[in-house]
């Protein structure tokens, strides 16, 4: 008798970015991030997992092509929520069989649009799931990609860098559930769809050893944006959040490009964006629209309902997505959270 599971996890969109680690191993964090969690139904990551005694050997299967399973991180998943099934009482013939697993994301990969976040989001899920687990496993995801563990969770989610030494207080927590918001929505416009040159992991160690914005950041600035856009995210108050995320995105990359040698994930398309957008918002007289952009040239912004159909008319205009080689490309997203 083999067990199975099919889950799918959504992608997050930080509008307070994690950059840089205290303990690269466990992954636990500089500081305290928050994202938003896209619809279940729109940008997910999709995987099968299946333990049977009949397999010789654990597999995996990334977007269809076959990788080995010796990725550090996933077996550093894969033990945790092991041990912690051991501990929930789950059986040892159950866990002593091999697993293949076989996972899909529906949008571009590792072109910094939080395609890791989803995917290791759902392997943790989807592995709980198999082997029982109870209780929050998101610091178990977060050791497979530390933004995952705001993946487990729909609305706007904070993930805590936690003060103990063992990562076991870095996790994510809720801080409002999508129904709290509904006019939230995310437009992602895919400015350039190709992997990224310079990788999360490694583009923030070096920015760790080299970036001296980055200590400003963490001490000076994070904490009181933390505690300012959770307060602007509970009442509502859009034009806050907008401008603290826009704030938090542009030093984000202010530390990749003080970063030596530097990390550009921006293009000159990004920041036609946001040239754009700041536009935008000075015509109608407020601020209607927020951008933030991952390790990558990807826009994601943020925005109300009402302003959603101007705003695609508006990027439709200036970009024209079949005049280019980087296409943009709408995509409105009601924030929700992962589901089995
Ligand atoms: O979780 P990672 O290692 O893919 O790092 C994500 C880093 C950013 O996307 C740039 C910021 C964030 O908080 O998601």
Not at 5 to 10: D, G, L, S, Y
Not at 123 to 135: E, P, R, S
């Amino acid at each position: 008798m083999a067990s199975i599971v099919t889950c799918i996890a959504p992608v997050n969109i930080a509008v307070i970015k994690y950059w840089g680690k205290k303990d690269e191993k466990l992954i636990i964090p500089l500081n305290d991030s928050l994202s938003g969690t896209l619809s279940m139904d729109q940008m997910h990551a999709k995987t099968t997992i299946m333990a049977s005694p009949n397999f010789t050997k654990n597999c995996i299967w990334l977007n269809g092509k076959e990788e080995t399973f010796d990725n550090i991180r996933l077996l550093a998943c894969l033990k945790e929520i092991k041990r912690r099934a051991q501990e929930d009482g789950t059986s040892k013939e159950l866990l002593s069989w091999n697993i293949h697993v076989c996972s899909e994301n529906n949008f571009p990969t590792a072109a910094g649009l939080a395609s890791s976040a989803a995917g290791y989001a759902c392997f943790v899920f989807a592995l709980a799931k198999l082997y029982k687990v109870k209780g929050d496993v998101s610091q178990i995801a977060r050791q497979g990609s530390g933004s995952a563990c705001r993946s487990l969770e729909g609305g706007f989610v904070r993930w805590h860098m936690g003060k103990s030494s063992d990562g076991s207080d870095s996790l994510a927590t809720q801080v409002v559930p999508a129904s709290h918001w509904p006019e939230m929505h995310v437009i992602i416009l895919v400015v350039n769809d190709k992997k990224k040159k310079v990788s999360s992991t490694s583009g923030m160690q070096r920015s760790v050893e080299t970036s001296d914005l980055l200590k400003h950041r963490v001490a000076y600035c994070v904490p009181k944006r933390i505690v300012d856009i959770e307060k602007a995210i509970k009442s509502k108050d859009f034009p806050t959040f907008a401008e603290i995320t826009m704030k938090d995105s542009n030093q984000f990359h202010a530390v990749a490009l003080d970063t030596f040698p530097p990390a550009v994930y921006m293009n000159d398309v990004s920041h036609s964006i946001v040239d754009l957008i700041h536009c935008f918002n000075k015509v109608k007289g407020c601020t209607k629209v927020a951008y933030t952009f991952d390790a990558g040239p990807n826009a994601c912004l943020y925005l109300l309902e009402p302003t959603v159909a101007e705003t695609m008319a508006v990027v439709d205009y200036f970009f024209p997505s079949s005049n280019s080689k980087n296409t943009v490309q709408g995509l409105p997203v009601p924030p929700c959270n992962a589901k089995e």
